[in-house]
Nanobody, 120 residues
């Protein structure tokens, strides 16, 4: 019914930048909050950044001032601009979304993840 597809993950040197994208498709009427999470090996999944349909944002303390979340509601897409990357940012990054379907059911959906690796 719904797909979230991330892209943009890569291997980058410390201090570099990446831009992640996540496109939602399917039987979507509207999308409420969207967000980015990450999970490093042996660690729990953690919130990186979130954005409401109105554009309000929140960030994990560890990424404030370095990462920027944004969205294009017309394209059902959320972005994560990551600057000044550090080795500790290495993780699989997942997007999630609170979606109102055309059927008027609400679901919480995850993408499949994209790998970000930051070398020192």
């Amino acid at each position: 019914q719904v797909q979230l597809v991330e892209s943009g993950g890569d291997l980058v040197q410390a201090g570099g930048s990446l831009r992640l994208s996540c496109v939602a498709s399917g039987s979507i009427f509207s999308i409420d909050a969207m967000g980015w999470y990450r999970q490093a090996p042996g660690k729990q999944r953690e919130l990186v950044a979130g954005i409401t349909s109105g554009g309000s944002t929140n960030y994990a303390d560890s990424v404030k001032g370095r990462f920027t979340i944004s969205r294009d509601n017309a394209k059902n897409t959320v972005y994560l601009q990551m600057n000044s990357l550090k080795p500790e940012d290495t993780a699989v990054y997942y997007c999630d979304a609170e979606i109102l379907l055309i059927s008027r059911s609400r679901i919480h959906h995850w993408g499949q993840g994209t790998q970000v690796t930051v070398s020192s």
